[in-house]
């Protein structure tokens, strides 16, 4: 079974990066999609980035390409997204989740996932 924790979020002025973190006990390279949500306050849950089956594959939310980057060591167990060139639209509660996959493309929206992490909060101040 899948168990997903986040970390990394905080608060941060336009222009910075942040580094979040996700461990992912239970989700093997050959098996699972690995993804990042987001939600801000009044807003629908939205896909940032995916990563997998056994991270040859990743996509991206267009309003995120060239300044997110999701990766996964699988001998860490760790999700991480890479964020930089942050913007206040960024702001919201990101959350790390799972699921098995047998197609060669992980899907980015969220009615596709089962698992998810317990949120972390970022802000970006302008």
């Known amino acids: 079974q899948v168990q997903l924790v986040e970390s990394g979020g905080g608060s941060v002025q336009a222009g910075g990066s942040l580094r979040l973190s996700c461990t992912t006990s239970?989700?093997?390279?050959?098996?699972?999609?690995l993804a990042w949500f987001r939600q801000a306050p009044g807003k629908e849950r939205e896909g940032v980035a995916v990563?997998?089956?056994?991270?040859?594959?990743?996509n991206y939310a267009d309003s995120v390409k060239g300044r997110f980057a999701i990766s996964h060591d699988y001998a860490k167990n760790t999700l991480y997204l890479e964020m930089n060139s942050l913007k206040p639209e960024d702001t919201g509660m990101y959350y790390c989740?799972?699921?098995?996959?047998?197609?060669?493309?992980?899907?980015?929206?969220?009615?596709?996932?089962?698992?998810w992490g317990q949120g972390t909060q970022v802000t970006v101040s302008s």
């Open positions: 239970g989700a093997t390279e050959s098996r699972y999609c």
């Open positions: 989740t799972a699921v098995v996959w047998s197609g060669s493309m992980c899907p980015i929206r969220d009615w596709a996932y089962n698992t």
């Open positions: 990563v997998g089956p056994g991270s040859g594959y990743s």
